[in-house]
């Protein structure tokens, strides 16, 4: 039998299900999600959050683990980084994200 290895692809498409409480928005969009790193099945997530001080940072991060958890076969580690340089602004946001601000360009 062997284990399947997660993809990338299907790492960000779980992580667009996981969305920011305040903004409403996923963290794929909001471009909070930096970086993804896959190692057989060990998950590293680097990411970030709009401020430094949210009060949310613990619960973003067991959302992203949990969801990588639940929703994607052959993970046997997850890793859930913080990070915040560089600092997040909205032009890292996708334009899915920004249309979803209403923001149009």
């Known amino acids: 039998m062997s284990l399947s290895i997660p993809t990338e692809a299907e790492i960000y498409d779980t992580l667009r ?9 996923n963290l794929v969009d909001l471009g909070l999600i930096y970086s993804l790193t896959i190692e057989g099945g060990i998950v590293t997530v680097l ?11 613990e ?6 683990e949990a969801a990588i958890w639940s929703s994607v ?5 997850v890793n859930v980084q913080l990070v915040w ?3 997040w602004n909205p032009n890292m946001m996708t334009e899915e994200g920004k249309a979803a601000l209403g923001w149009g360009y």
């Open 17 to 25: 299900d996981v969305y920011d409480p305040e903004l409403g928005i």
């Open 47 to 57: 990411m970030t959050l709009t401020t430094p001080g949210c009060p949310l940072h």
């Open 59 to 64: 619960t973003m991060a067991e959302a992203v």
């Open 73 to 77: 076969p052959g993970v046997q580690r």
């Open 85 to 87: 340089s560089p600092p």
